[in-house]
């Protein structure tokens, strides 16, 4: 069994005057895993996104994470592809916080 919902959305549509346009989601799946009590979890991003710095650009993203349950909770098994720029920014803010 698969089943897809649509996760999370990010786009500068309303926006994007001086700045390139971008729009990208996350896709959520439940596939059949290891444990056959609980599906892993599938995010897929697609979609396009802006470069960190300038000349800001618009570029291609495309990522896939894995998370399975285990020991008491999901966990990530694997990360492959892109990230956006947003989440980059907050894993830097969060990278700080634990830093102080």
Known sequence: MR??????????????????????????????????????????????????????????VYGVERFAFADGFYQRQSETGDTTSLERFIQKEQSIHRSQ
């Open 3 to 60: 089943q897809c919902i649509g996760f999370a959305h990010d786009d500068d549509l309303a926006g994007c005057v001086d700045l390139p346009c971008y729009s990208n989601h996350q896709s959520l799946s439940f596939v059949q895993g290891a444990n056959r009590d609980y599906f892993d979890i599938i995010l897929t991003l697609s979609g396009t996104d802006m470069t960190d710095g300038p000349p800001f650009r618009r570029r291609t």
